[in-house]
């Protein structure tokens, strides 16, 4: 066998591998199952991480054809550096997420063994499809992985399918995976179009089209992965969906599933079209940093702790978009280098999301699991109950907001770079434009900041509010795993920027023709400098170690000094108010109070408010999505209105239907004789 | 040259440490005279910091580890900015760490763990600080990163040292894009600082309270030091401000000779920059918390005006 081709191999053994489990997991008894199927996932992730970094390294495009599908239709695997880069996310950032759900679905496996092998089933079928669809290379392929990814994940949503919301959250998920999967589909078409190939990425790599057919294609590519990534206003299945799975398959689906979407666009866009225009990154710059913005603000007055994490979800994919929009536009322009550091840092960012949205997830259904509580306005107090917990997610949202020394930092930094050290684009409104871009990334940053403060602030500190926490239980060891590695990679990926971006080096060669590693790791692996180092450079290490050393130095010359470091317990003061209780906290939405009021204009707010002289005063405020009014009530009534349309066509007469079958033979015939005549 | 220029940061980061209350001192004791008070002199600050230091430390029954490790992340956070901020000299060593947007992060994870540490106990006032200082500056955070980008297109870099070498060398000539963000700033510094039309240091007024809501529950050398790193953090500000709009009179670091010229130039500037805080604070009212978000809109608003003025005029 030759060496080079081992990454891909061992690709299909773990894909092959989990096919095999997760068939054998529906034969076994739940507890069997439960030790077979997750320790199979963290090692097919494990290898997988492996073979992902060993094909960044390598640089080796290895390819496979394998003889099943359709006649005269193989299947077309091939690992590139694209694709290995994601094959790595999904096997490091998997690691955690399965570990934890080994101990998370303990629970679920004891009380309901049916419902439980099923989740194994599509549990395993899901990790591998998403697999196929970063492996794939033709577009047969992918769109069978694409559905299957869309399907298993769909029946993981709806594990709870007694619940009506969840059956309906997981309809309105289906519905729009099938939209985007339409798009698709009508995309490679079009790539298709005029080739006369065998459906495969190499043929449309071979053909170069332009002008309104490679623009049709960028929509359609726009419109399909888009609908996955949650773009604006496809966003709507997101903040449904994720709520009403299991908290690891909302970890999936929002840590790994999303970045499908990115693969997808950057495999279609800047591997499969050879064109671009520079319309196209000024339209995802755009509808990213709206994207953004919008999940952000509604991130903000979220009272369930998932919804407020899927709509977090959204803003960064926003962010993920404004980036690959970003890429676009300087690769138009011709500016290759900028190019590759806008998409190192797309593609960075996308690594963290993983990471720590994972990460949050898994903390998200501790909190779950322990109090069976989703609305923030009932929890509180947890730091106590659940340390563990309680420290695991305080680094995911400070990495969350975007904070130093932390992970998210490190991208949203390149990204800004990006924005701020970018050349001259031949278009001078552009040159002005860029920087707004720039502001309302910063405002997306503080609103982050502001809503993890919540998010956190709610759930973990402060009274409980009505609860027992003493009847509230930390995270089992094995779920302690799972936080712990998904926390380690925060840190990690926020402390050695240098190094990570340099594993990026490949794709961005690979796609773009030039790379930042390099450049980066000019002044040694402590300091990030993407461009120069008197342009901007960043050392997360020597602020860590500047932020303690000071603290040292202070500690040392006080004690030295004499300071004593007792103290002692009491009541708290709160301005000597004694009749303090839970409920004067802030509660979520009191939190929430000052965005909704700002913003109003942003959302589909109803209010009420009790009057002065009500003697049981009751206070309901309700944030609905605008876009529900705007854009898929008038396009449902829209369907609607038309079905009922054809449904008159319906006579349930048999000659009726007859005479239609007439009344189209006759039209056919007729352009058929039409066209014979021309 | 390279031991040197780590002495240089040595002697800011001593420097600031040991100057931070008596600023904080200083802009106190110009108040006090402009409302013909007498004061209580500029070492006031330092009283009450060894006043606190040498106080038991009272928690809250239910305080978590995250409310004790705040004030030394606080302190550790904002030292380490204004000992990166280049006051006296260009050029620190360490300056290259951080960035002026790694320095916005920094100030912001500072204002997180305070948000959260107000928030721990469990207080209704806490609460209600954390929300209005996350308010204040979920508007004030863009607009100072705004402000630091005008800067940095003017110099094409981010980092501070080469941002403040490029304003020092560039002579008396008026900049309209400075001007916008330098008001910019101003408000930043105001908000940010909790001084007077968004929020009064002085005051524990239930109602109007902000900075002071957060830390109502905290004692002792807890205490002490968020006051000195309330010190230190506008000092900062402040040396900030002298570094991006009046940069002139720095030496760069290693040159010894013109150290004691460029510390008076220093000390001087400091002296008005109090003086005229002191001033602004006197003259203006504190505003309602609902006018806040406007004023910090403006403040938003004037800084992305600067950066386009800056593409508008190139200068």
Known sequence: MIPSLLPLDVVLLVLLGWGTVAILSLALPARLALTLVFPAAMAGSALLTGAGLWGLYG?????????????????????????????????AAGMGIHTYAWGYF???????????????????????????????????????????????????????????????????YLLMAHLGAIALLLCFGLMQQGVGGDYSFASFRQTRLEGIKASEIFLLALLGFGAKAGLLPLHAWLP???????????????????????????????D??????????????????????????????????????????????????????LTLLFHGAGKESVAALALAATLYHALNHAFFKGLLFLGAGSVLHATTERNMAKLGGLIRAMPWVAGFSLVGILSLAGLPPFNGFVSEWLLLQAYLLRPELPQPYLNMTLPLGAAVMALVGALAAYAMVKFYGIVFLGQARGMDLTEVHDAAPKERWGLGWMAAGCILLGLFPVTVIRLMDAVTQGLLGKTVGHTAAQNGWMWLTPVAPERASYSPLILLGGVLAMILLMVVVLRSWGVHGRSRRSAPWDCGYPWQTPRMQDSADGFGQPIKQIFEAFFGLTREIPSPQDAHPHYHSEVTDPLWKWCYVPLNQGVEWLSRGIGRLQQGRISTYLLFSFATLLILLALVSGGAMK | MKASALAFQLVQSLLVL????????????????????????????????????????????????????????LFGCMALTA????????????????????????????????????MDVGTAFGSLGARREMLVSFLAEPA???????????????????????????????????????????????????????DNPETHLELTMIHEAMILEYTGRHLALIEWAQGLKLLAYVGLGLALFFPFGMTESGDWWALPGALLAFILKLIFMGAGLALLETLSAKQRLFRVPEFMGGAFLLAVLAILIHYLLGA
């Open chain 2, 18 to 73: 040991l100057l931070a209350p008596l600023f904080l001192g200083w802009v106190d004791q110009c108040r006090a005279w402009l409302q013909n008070r007498r004061g209580a002199g500029v070492w006031q600050p330092y009283r009450t910091l060894v006043k606190l230091f040498y106080k038991e430390v009272v928690l809250a029954h239910d305080a978590s580890p995250l409310f004790r490790v705040t004030p030394y992340v």
């Open chain 2, 144 to 198: 100072l990163l705004m402000v630091f980008f005008t800067a940095a297109s003017l110099s094409a870099s981010t980092s501070l040292s080469t941002i403040v070498t490029v304003l020092t060398h560039r002579g008396f000539f008026l900049y309209p894009s400075l001007a916008f963000s330098g008001v910019a700033f101003l408000m930043v510094l105001l908000a940010e600082n909790g001084r007077i039309p968004v």
């Open chain 1, 59 to 91: 640089d080796a495009h290895a390819t496979l054809i394998l003889p099943i599908g359709l006649p005269g239709m193989p299947f077309h695997l091939r690992m590139d550096a694209l694709a290995s880069f994601f094959v790595t996310l999904l096997g």
């Open chain 1, 272 to 325: 499969l079209l050879s064109t671009t225009a520079l319309w196209w990154g000024v339209m995802m710059v755009v509808l990213g940093l709206m994207t953004a913005l919008f999940g952000v603000l509604f991130a903000a007055v979220q009272y369930d702790i998932k919804r407020l994490l899927a709509y977090s979800s959204v803003e960064n994919m926003g962010l993920i978009l404004s980036g690959v929009g």
């Open chain 1, 240 to 270: 449904e969906a994720h709520p009403a799975a299991p908290s690891p398959v909302s970890a999936l689906m929002s840590g790994l599933m999303l970045k499908m979407a990115l693969y997808g666009m950057l495999r279609v866009l800047f």
């Open chain 1, 106 to 172: 303990r629970t679920l496996a004891a009380e309901d063994r049916d419902g439980f092998v099923r989740l194994c089933f599509f549990y395993l079928i899901f990790l591998a499809s998403m697999v196929a669809v970063v492996v794939a290379d033709d577009a047969y392929i992918f769109m069978v992985s694409w559905e299957s990814m869309a399907l298993s994940s769909y029946f993981l949503v709806t594990t709870d399918h007694e619940i009506v919301a969840i059956r309906r959250a997981g309809f309105l």
């Open chain 2, 83 to 118: 000992t990166l901020v280049p006051m006296v000299a260009t050029d620190l060593p360490l300056a290259g760490a951080v960035d002026v947007i790694a320095l916005v992060g920094i100030l912001a994870l500072a204002r997180v763990f305070l948000a959260l540490a107000a």
